[in-house]
């Protein structure tokens, strides 16, 4: 009698040894996922990434901020430029407007020290004969200064309208004549300062 439970030829060939199967590899689960808690593969790439945005992102703040000083700069230097421009436009309306004959020769020098050509060579022709008719005239003016704008400016050059008002008397009219101005004054940067080159009457 043969005994088939130790008979090879009449194994099951459906049945398999549990024991028998190989263990999946340590660190893996099935389907190839990753385990929990375990870093992806790409993580340092990542981290390098990100390290790379990071210092983009401080050099641009960084850009930003000398932009904004040199902004910041070129405007106060526009701002002291156009206050000079227009308080030496003002100051050569003022004189013109309130010259008379007591004060004609110092008017036309403080005229002068602000001046440049062809105003500066103009306002010295003309300053003796000028003078003169003043003082014949007996003329005395008084007045001031009404409005001030910058029309232009740059680094090298200026125009100022000045609108002004005064009242001159003399000895055609002793109790005084009132006159508006309306002056379009060019301006030049030189040495260092704003000098008046031109002075016309404006429409």
């Known amino acids: ?34 385990p929990d808690g375990a870093a992806p593969a790409d993580a340092p790439r990542r981290r390098g990434r990100l ?55 110092g008017s036309v020098d403080t005229m002068l020290a602000v001046a440049t050509d062809p105003f500066r060579t103009e306002l010295g022709r003309f300053s003796e004969v000028f003078g003169a008719i003043l003082a014949q005239g007996k003329v005395e003016a008084e007045g001031g200064i009404d409005a001030v704008g910058i029309e232009h400016i740059d680094a090298d050059t200026a125009t100022v309208l000045v609108s002004a008002s005064t009242t001159v008397r003399n000895t055609e009219v002793p109790d005084g004549a009132p006159r508006d101005f309306r ?20 429409p």
Not at 183 to 202: I, P
């Open 183 to 202: 002056l379009l004054l060019g301006l030049r940067h030189e040495d260092g300062a704003w000098k008046v080159s031109t002075v016309e009457v404006a």
């Open 51 to 105: 390290a790379v945005t990071a210092v983009a992102l401080l050099v641009v703040a960084a850009a930003a901020a000398v932009l904004s000083v040199l902004a910041w700069r070129g405007t106060a230097g526009t701002v002291a430029d156009r206050d000079e421009a227009t308080a030496v436009a003002s100051q050569v309306v003022r004189e013109f407007i309130g010259i008379d004959a007591d004060n004609a020769r």
């Open 1 to 34: 009698m043969t005994d088939t439970a130790t008979d090879p030829d009449t194994t099951d060939p459906d049945t398999t040894d549990p024991a028998s199967s190989d263990p999946a590899p340590t660190g893996t689960v099935p389907g190839g996922a990753e």
